[in-house]
């Protein structure tokens, strides 16, 4: 959606337990809801939205409704980006992979007036390619990082063949924000 007079939320999402860090800037219309929130990290980051995730702003938590859904978690789809995040450095977590718990941080950089000459959502930067899908969480991609860059390590090629164009320094945000437009094509 080209800017108009829309209010617009620019959040710097990044993956906690890691360093260095995998980060994500991204700008959502602030009339998006946690659902959109969530389509907006997958494409991002990229994950692969085959898992699980939830949400936790303050001491709510949010997901989709489901008959698996637990007690107390509100549906992510009823709950909007300008009445949770309010003002800049409001934060919030967000859980994807509920087994290997990949925890995102999510802080509010900036709340501003949509310009016309971006197309939302996008993402403005990051840096470092996401994980890869089921590596294990964050201890699993250490693992797979270290394995990968010894010299002798007895898992190296086994590793390398699962995920043998992996870059882990890697990111680009002209293919985040194809995949956007693609999940999220206002």
């Known amino acids: 959606m080209q800017g108009t007079k829309f209010s617009v939320h620019i959040f710097r999402i990044f993956l906690n337990d890691l360093k260095p860090e995998i980060w994500r800037r991204v700008a959502v219309l602030s009339f998006f809801t946690l659902h959109d929130l969530h389509q907006v ?58 087994g290997d718990d990949w925890r995102h941080g999510i802080f509010v950089e900036d709340i501003s007036v949509a310009k016309k000459d971006i197309q939302y959502p996008a993402c403005l930067g990051g840096e470092r390619a996401c994980p890869p899908e089921d590596c294990g969480g964050p201890d699993g991609f250490l693992e797979y990082l270290e394995s990968t860059r010894a010299m002798a390590h007895p898992q190296k090629q086994a590793m390398l063949a699962w995920k043998k164009d992996f870059d882990p320094a890697l990111f680009m945000a002209e293919e985040a924000n194809c995949r956007l437009r693609l999940v999220h094509p206002l």
């Not at 702003?57 to 509100?74: D, L, S, Y």
């Not at 409001?90 to 859980?95: K, L, P, Q």
């Open 41 to 98: 990290i997958q494409a991002a980051m990229p994950w692969t939205n085959a898992h699980c995730h939830l949400f936790t702003v303050g001491k709510a938590r949010f997901a989709p409704v489901g008959p698996e859904t637990g007690a107390g978690v509100q549906d992510e789809s009823k709950a909007y980006l300008h009445q949770l995040f309010p003002a800049v450095r409001a934060t919030a977590e967000y859980v994807y992979d509920l």
